[in-house]
């Protein structure tokens, strides 16, 4: 799977848990889930939560610890991916 195919399939995840307040234009690869998409902490778990549902993938704590921005997202899926 390509990171563009990642990426189409992960937008709608996000687009999902994004607060009122921002729009869905600010998203992009670089930015941050927690601090510039203002994802709270408690959907951040269920944007996991829905990636591991639609990839077929289990995120690990460390996952977790490594996961800011979508970028890192799609990485992470690349690898557990490649894995499987």
């Known amino acids: 799977m390509t990171t563009e195919?990642?990426?189409a399939k992960l937008l709608p995840i996000?687009?999902?848990?994004?607060?009122?307040?921002?729009?869905?234009e600010d998203i992009a690869p670089d930015?941050?889930?927690?601090?510039?998409l203002n994802i709270n902490s408690a959907h951040l778990v269920d944007v996991v939560l829905d990636v591991e549902d639609e990839f077929?993938?289990?995120?690990a704590n460390a996952d977790m610890e490594n996961l800011r921005?979508?970028?890192?997202a799609i990485e992470i899926i690349k690898q557990k991916l490649k894995t499987k």
């Open 69 to 72: 921005t979508i970028n890192d």
């Open 5 to 7: 195919q990642i990426y």
């Open 14 to 24: 996000i687009k999902t848990y994004l607060p009122e307040d921002v729009s869905e």
């Open 31 to 36: 930015k941050d889930l927690t601090g510039e």
């Open 56 to 59: 077929d993938v289990e995120f």
